[in-house]
């Protein structure tokens, strides 16, 4: 994410963490909503044995939501670092 | 009491925070549902876990950012601290009351299904001793269920899904992984299903494949049960109340990732569970079982109004031949079409369906009662303190009283089995999503949201919601006729609509007009919709009437001082 590049100067610590997480709810948005919408196209292609559309709903999705949550929170403890007390 | 757990709170791991918050996602009610979805429904069925999971994550993105700052123990008084004044205090207290109160139904429902079950009650009677083992229960430990107790209740009901998954895994496919090796099982469903309706042991135009997409749900109504439950549980009153007391923003959000962590573990053994409950179903069907020679726990739960053959209630042998007789297509032997299984029964019944031994069943039943009474405590809780009563530490009475009404209205709800275990629980996230969500996430993240805004948007969602949850199932003959023009239904279906009902206006009084009555509305319950929406997926409707509510008020009536919470 671009916040990235200026991480706690500690200027606005408030404005910093607080930024609304555009990038993360629309891979929210991605893996919740639109992957299993999609499922019979995504049927056609088979992993470790389940059609890729089921495997997304029952599991893959909740993988994805999991990996970004962590990539979220490592991001706020890096640009939020001034804020914890 | 209450403030127990925030003098503990701030002691613990995250990860054991995680665990508590993976309880209260889950709970009971999921517990017992989520693979029943998954049996009857199939694909369709995934949406529910998927729901919770995603709900998870929305409640780390969207509200823990703000929990330092909530010094608010409850949703009532964190309304009241981020709009001031009572009417958005008020009413998020109603919104708390209607959802905690529908949660607590689905509890009940779940602890007197299992309790039933191991003491060979009634539904009834054992939910009155659930009820009382609940208000014993918070009675003597008051209103706190300390994190570690809840941190180990998921321990058990991780358990609960495993223990049965891990043992069919390994003795059927040999590998003790249930959300790897379960595949293998999909594909034998697939073969068997197609040996069933070349057999004749199913029948076409009420069978479906498991693994088939939008079979029961259409894609839209599948999003609306997704986005149902995410958004209430990131709004959810005991989620914010319990699981975050206490903490840091930094601890709030690796908490929420250790409950994703932990609860995706749980969520993604419940698909398995089921599949292997349907594959032992399909192989029961495909030996051609004599009717005569029926396996014992489909009377066991038959008894329990949960199983039915050939249209009738399985209490015993003579019952089933009997009602089996009677049908047009008489048969001997058990079809698919004649065997329906509640979702309620599947998770608990699915070491017997398995044939899996004894101490399996009473390790998974032990785990979900155990399940049952701790995750009730939650929206006891939520519901006691949306009362006002948890700052009136000096008398004991008055919380004691409102917990005790809220558990005996609720015992006499669940009594009636209003319907599944799982819709009950999914209503009560409907219901804090509608009411709750858009005024408290656009309030927390734009400094602009007003007072009235919020008062307006919490009204209208409520109302939205409630509406359309309580006349398309309890009064969809009247909701099918006044919305007709917006029902998706297509002109075959209005035909037996008003065949149906002239059949019941000239159906003499007693049993027949009843009869008549029944079919009338289980055909109005199936088109009784705006737009082609279920029940289920009611946010769809009440989500953008709060959202757009809460931005047009707030920008044609602006709050008059700036709001602490907003960045």
């Given at each position: ?10 200027a606005?610590?408030?404005?910093r ?6 990038l ?40 994805a ?21 | ?50 729901g ?33 004044g ?17 949660l ?6 779940a ?55 891990v043992?069919?895994s390994?003795e ?20 068997l299903?197609?040996t069933?309706l070349?057999?004749?042991?199913a ?23 997704v986005?149902?439950?995410s ?5 959810l ?17 690796w ?20 599949a ?20 014992a726990?489909?009377?066991?739960y038959?008894r ?80 006691v ?15 004691l ?6 558990l ?51 009204i ?13 199932r ?18 075959t ?53 709060g ?10 009536w ?5 709001p602490?919470?907003?960045?």
């Amino acid at each position: 994410m671009a916040s990235n590049a200026h991480r706690s100067d500690g200027a606005q610590p408030r404005g910093r963490s607080r930024r609304f997480p555009f990038l993360a709810l629309l891979a929210w948005v991605f893996f919740v909503l639109v992957v299993p919408w999609a499922v019979q196209s995504l049927n056609i292609v088979d992993v470790i044995g389940f059609p890729l559309g089921f495997f997304m709903a029952a599991q893959g999705s909740l993988i994805a939501l999991l990996l970004v949550a962590v990539l979220s929170a490592r991001l706020r403890d890096r640009i939020g670092a001034a804020e914890d007390r | 009491m209450v403030h127990e757990e925030t003098r503990t709170g701030p002691t613990q791991a995250p990860a054991v925070r995680g665990l508590a918050l993976a309880a209260d996602t889950v709970s009971a009610p999921f517990l017992l549902g989520l693979s029943g979805a998954v049996f009857a429904w199939g694909y369709d069925g995934l949406a529910f876990g998927l729901g919770l999971g995603a709900g998870i994550l929305l409640l780390q993105l969207l509200v823990a950012p703000f929990v330092p700052q909530m010094g608010a123990a409850s949703v009532p008084e964190l309304f009241a601290v981020r709009y001031g004044g009572t009417a958005p205090r008020t009413l998020a207290a109603v919104a708390v009351v209607l959802s905690m109160g529908t949660l607590l139904v689905a509890q009940l429902m779940a602890a007197g299904l299992v309790t039933a079950r191991l003491l060979g009650l009634e539904i009834g009677a054992a939910i009155a001793i659930a009820g009382a083992a609940l208000l014993l229960n918070f009675v003597l430990r008051g209103m706190a269920a300390a994190t570690w107790v809840r941190a180990i209740v998921f321990l058990l009901m991780l358990l609960a899904l495993l223990a049965p998954t891990v043992q069919l895994s390994a003795e059927w496919y040999g590998l003790p992984l249930p959300q790897i090796a379960y595949g293998s099982a999909l594909s034998q469903i697939q073969g068997l299903e197609e040996t069933l309706l070349e057999q004749d042991l199913a029948d076409p135009a009420v069978m479906k494949p498991m693994l088939t997409p939008f079979v029961s749900l259409d894609p839209l109504n599948f999003l609306g049960i997704v986005l149902g439950l995410s958004l209430g549980l990131a709004a959810l009153p005991n989620m914010l109340s319990r699981s975050f007391m206490g903490a840091s923003a930094r601890a709030a959000r690796w908490s929420a990732v250790w409950a994703l962590l932990f609860a995706l573990v749980l969520l993604s053994a419940a698909p398995a569970l089921a599949a292997y409950a349907k594959l032992s179903v399909l192989k029961l069907v495909a030996a051609h079982t004599d009717l005569a020679h029926l396996p014992a726990w489909l009377f066991a739960y038959g008894r329990l109004g949960l199983v039915r053959i050939c249209g009738a209630a399985a209490t015993d042998a003579a019952s089933v031949a009997k009602a089996c007789a009677a049908l047009p297509d008489a048969s001997a032997i058990l079809r698919l079409q004649d065997l329906t299984l509640s979702p309620d029964m599947i998770t608990l019944a699915a070491p017997q369906i398995t044939g899996l031994g004894p101490a399996t069943f009473g390790l998974v039943a032990a785990a979900v009662l155990a399940a049952a009474l701790v995750t009730a405590h939650g929206p006891l809780m939520a519901l006691v303190g949306a009362f006002g009563c948890d700052q009136s530490d000096r008398s004991r009475l008055a919380p004691l009283a409102v917990g005790a009404g809220a558990l005996i209205v609720a015992g006499l709800l669940a009594a009636t089995h209003p319907a599944s275990i799982l819709d009950v629980a999914t209503w009560a996230f409907t219901i804090a999503a509608a009411g709750l969500f858009p005024a408290l996430v656009v309030g927390l993240w734009w400094r602009r949201a007003s007072a009235p805004a919020a008062v307006i948007a919490m009204i209208l969602g409520l109302g939205v919601a409630l509406h359309y949850l309580v006349a398309t199932r309890y009064l969809s003959v009247g909701f099918f006729e006044t919305w007709q023009s917006l029902s998706s239904a297509g002109p075959t279906a209005r035909e037996i609509f008003g065949e149906l009902k002239d059949a019941w206006l000239a159906a003499a009084r007693g049993p027949a007009r009843d009869a008549a009555w029944t079919a009338l509305d289980a055909h109005a319950q199936d088109i009784a919709n705006w737009w082609g929406i279920g029940n289920l997926a009611t946010i769809l409707i009440a989500l953008p009437v709060g959202l757009a509510a809460m931005i047009l008020v707030s920008l044609a009536w602006p709050h008059k001082r700036a709001p602490e919470t907003a960045s």
